[in-house]
């Protein structure tokens, strides 16, 4: 059993199922982020691990104990907001040491860990101001230590960079992974931010209306997508309605819309059992444009379609195009050589088929 | 031309307001033996006469034990009133809040016959206990209204990040919720305490036989004749209803600075 497991939790709020079902079980030591849109469950869960919301079913154990009817002043766990909560009528130092007061730890020792807290966020000089004092950003570090610093079984982070601006969040989370990695402490992160989701996490559960989409590693997350949510949630993602004509031993072939027929190989339809409709999910970047004119070097097995390019997105490093091909739009992300097409161009998409994911077909 | 006309009447409004009040200062100390101008000269004597009539000694010591325990009592209850209200989701909490409110809406002489009748029904004696209770009622909105907009303005996930850390609910409350709610506690205390000390007509009705606040004695001298010591006593009023709530807004806005904001 790992650090933290839930067991078939059920969170109703009057006629409203926030969580539905939800069984999770997060190893020792590990970055388990719960990622989804707002109103998914990802806070109500991540509530109801720290013991300020009570389950309607199912059970909470953290360490191996069971904590349903344990208040949260007793789980020893670590929590850090969007907001960063810090004490304003107390000193910084006084803010990390709060929960040392609790743990019947010696003066001495209090002060020792203190400042071992503070250089450990880098803040070693600011004991003696005011929360007030402070920039976002520091304050979030110094929230992170007093959290860190009573070494909780787990540490419960809510969305703890989406105060801080573009910058300095990414600052933060090359920090904040540092930090995790350094204590080695099992952390549940709740984000809606897909990007730091895929930065910090060991693995990752993606929530929707109150279910487990899909959970696993950053990677298999993003290149497999289990759902169609997953697939448009994470990354920008070509959804076609296609029809499965054939699954054998090695391959699955479909026809869709604009890509015509193509086979599959089998781990990348793991959804699929048979013939029958189909969603086939193509990532915006892994269709590479190419002018038409340009030599076909295309090895065996690509498929290439003929484009208009309708909308260009300039993004400095990438460009992200809308693409008119047959009957249906798509969308591509590619980087800029040299320059970006221009709108109106005629163009070449180029795909690999094993670039594909089939996701079962509408059950939505 | 017409700033000048508003300039002129604002002033005209508060020395309408203000003089009488400068007068009654001035007069206290006028050696004179009567409380009127002319001025004869400058004295201290109506203030140590003052201190030296038992009555007025004795309504005195009423007005501050029954201002301080008002304050008390009334911050007390206005304080876990504000928390059940703002904090927990209580049944019928509008209806609770509009009648925790109301005493302010009521006139004050409605209020104090309506108490008065209420106990008389009840068969219970007029007692210091009785007066006690009809300021707290009086005294709890202004505590409630002071209070309540301070705590919506502190986050609950401070208090949440405190109970995560270890503290129970009691050690929060007492460590984080009551220190940042401080300066609402402290402008209740002062608004309840100046209130009790300054009401007359409710204490008119409740007081029982025998037991005079200084309003009330006030009143009873006016009834005799103007003596210059009603003049000494309303300045020592005055000083006292005015000084004390300035001096907690000096103390509060120390205590905000003290945080850098």
């Not at chain 2, 007390?76 to 409110?101: E, K």
Request: aromatic share 6%; glycine share 8%.
């Amino acid at each position: 059993m790992g650090a933290v497991s839930l067991t078939n939790i059920v969170k109703n709020f009057g006629s409203f199922t926030a969580v539905q079902r939800m069984s999770l079980d997060i190893p020792e030591g590990a970055f388990v982020s719960l990622l989804g849109p707002s109103g998914c469950g990802k806070t109500t869960t991540l509530r109801m691990i720290a013991g300020l919301l009570d389950p309607s079913e199912g059970d909470i154990t953290i360490a191996g104990r069971r904590v349903n009817d344990v208040p949260i002043h007793k789980r020893n766990l670590g929590l850090v907001f969007q907001n960063y909560a810090l004490f304003p009528h107390k000193t910084i130092a006084e803010n990390v040491a709060f929960g040392l007061k609790f743990r019947g730890v010696s003066r001495d020792d209090r002060e020792r860990r203190v400042r071992e807290a503070l250089e450990l966020v880098q803040l070693p000089d600011v004991g003696s101001r005011y929360p007030g004092q402070l920039s976002g950003g520091q304050q979030q570090r110094i929230a992170l230590a007093r959290a860190i610093v009573i070494e909780p079984d787990v540490l419960l982070l809510d969305e703890p960079l989406s105060a801080l601006d573009a910058n300095l969040r990414e600052d933060m989370r090359v920090e904040l992974k540092r930090i995790q990695q350094r204590v080695g402490i099992t952390t549940v992160f709740v984000t809606h931010d897909q990007s730091e989701a895929l930065a910090l996490s060991d693995h990752i559960v993606v929530m929707s209306k109150g279910r487990v989409e899909q959970t696993g590693a950053p990677e298999d997350v993003y290149t497999t997508p289990a759902t169609e949510f997953v697939a448009r949630f994470l990354g920008a993602s070509n959804i076609l309605e296609a029809t499965c004509l054939t699954v054998d031993g090695d391959g699955v072939t479909v026809e869709g819309p604009a890509v015509g027929r193509l086979t599959l190989p089998r781990e990348r339809a793991p959804h699929v059992s048979g013939p029958g409709p189909v969603k086939l999910a193509v990532r915006a970047e892994k269709l590479k444009l190419e002018r038409p004119d340009a030599a076909d070097t295309s090895a065996a097995g690509d498929l290439v379609l003929d484009g208009l390019v309708e909308t260009v997105d300039y993004q400095g490093l990438a460009a992200r195009y809308f693409l008119r091909v047959g009957d249906v739009q798509l969308q591509a992300i590619n980087m800029i050589d040299s320059h970006p097409f221009a709108e109106g161009e005629r163009v070449s998409l180029r795909l690999r088929p094993r670039d594909c994911t089939l996701l079962a077909g509408s059950t939505q | 031309m017409g700033w000048a006309l508003i300039r002129g009447w604002t002033v005209l409004v508060y020395l309408f307001m203000f003089l009488p009040i400068a007068v009654v200062v001035l007069l206290s100390f006028n050696a004179s033996q009567f409380g009127s101008f002319p001025m004869t000269g400058l004295s201290l004597r109506w203030f140590a006469e003052l201190a030296g009539n038992e009555a007025i000694l004795r309504a005195f010591r009423t007005s501050i034990v029954l201002g301080l325990l008002t304050a008390v009592i009334s911050t007390t209850i206005g304080v876990l009133a504000s928390l059940a209200l703002v904090r927990y989701r209580v049944p019928g909490r509008n209806l609770i809040s509009t009648l925790l409110i109301a005493p302010i809406l009521v006139p004050e002489v409605v209020l104090a016959v309506a108490l008065l009748l209420f106990l008389n029904a009840l068969a219970v004696n007029k007692s210091f206990a009785l007066l006690l209770a009809g300021h707290v009622i009086f005294t709890l909105p202004f505590v409630i209204l002071v209070v309540q907009a301070r705590l919506v303005g502190i986050r609950r996930d401070v208090e949440e990040a405190a109970m995560s850390l270890g503290a129970s609910p009691v050690q929060t409350f007492f460590q984080i919720t009551l220190p940042l709610l401080s300066p609402a506690v402290l402008a209740g205390m002062l608004f309840a305490f100046t209130i009790s000390f300054d009401d007359i007509t409710g204490t008119l009705f409740w007081k029982p036989g025998g037991v005079e606040t200084v309003p009330t004695q006030i009143f009873a001298m006016l009834r005799n004749s103007i003596s210059p010591e009603i003049n000494a006593l309303g300045t020592v009023m005055i000083v006292l209803t005015a000084g004390l709530p300035l001096l907690g807004i000096a103390i509060a806005r120390r205590m905000a600075m003290k945080r850098g904001g």
